[in-house]
């Protein structure tokens, strides 16, 4: 039978061991965390160090072919496989010329390829990355997106013309849609009594309106 005292003693005991245990999996908590977040920190960083190597490298290949002979530049290009492959590389080290490549170490490879092969384009974003004391992709990213403007969609004019391979032009009329369908009954009426091809009876019909336009013919109505 358990006394009092060994009742206290056994609770104190078992109190002291869930706290130990909590302290435990706290402290396990923690060094996971922490575990992760330099795991995370290490991923960012190879992946600034990639960008730091592309700029490294473009920076060189530029350097290589401003010193080195025409023939000579060629000859290292061929004896990495690179003939072709370095005009991407002399886009970046233009583009970002007035750069160091730890100015824009935080900047995702992809977005650094984008800006350089297309600098015209996107030469207001890079001048402006001068003036920014941090750049990083969310920076670039921002000046990219205010740099979009929205297309004004131009109302074009309706046009009948379209043009065949020989660079003559021929018209053609849209679709007529109507719900009594009396257009396109009348005509195949027409095409069907008269033995006449439908474009020969539009022809007709635009001639006597343009005619009736140019008070060459009058409503039997209006003679009366």
Request: charged letters at 25%.
């Amino acid at each position: 039978m358990m006394t009092p005292l060994q009742g206290i003693v056994a609770t104190q005991v078992n109190s002291q061991t869930i706290t130990q245990s909590k302290f435990e999996q706290s402290s396990e908590h923690k060094a996971n965390r922490l575990k992760s977040a330099k795991i995370d920190s290490l991923a960012f960083q190879r992946l600034t160090d990639v960008t730091k190597a592309i700029l490294h490298h473009a920076f060189w290949l530029a350097e290589q072919k401003q010193q080195l002979s025409l023939r000579d530049y060629k000859q290292l290009l061929l004896d990495h496989g690179w003939q072709g492959e370095e005009k991407r590389y002399l886009k970046i080290a233009a583009a970002f010329a007035k750069f160091s490549p730890q100015d824009v170490a935080q900047v995702e490879p992809r977005t650094i390829y984008q800006l350089a092969e297309n600098s015209k384009k996107y030469q207001q974003v890079i001048n402006r990355l001068l003036d920014l004391s941090i750049i990083n992709q969310e920076s670039v990213r921002s000046l990219i997106k205010k740099q979009r403007t929205p297309k004004i969609t131009k109302s074009e004019k309706p046009s009948i013309w379209r043009r065949t391979k020989n660079g003559g032009r021929y018209c053609q009329i849209p679709p007529i849609h109507e719900p009594s369908e009396q257009t396109g009954v009348t005509l195949q009426r027409m095409m069907d009594e008269e033995g006449l091809s439908a474009q020969h009876i539009v022809a007709e019909a635009i001639a006597l309106r343009q005619a009736y336009k140019q008070g060459q013919l009058v409503h039997a109505e209006d003679n009366n």
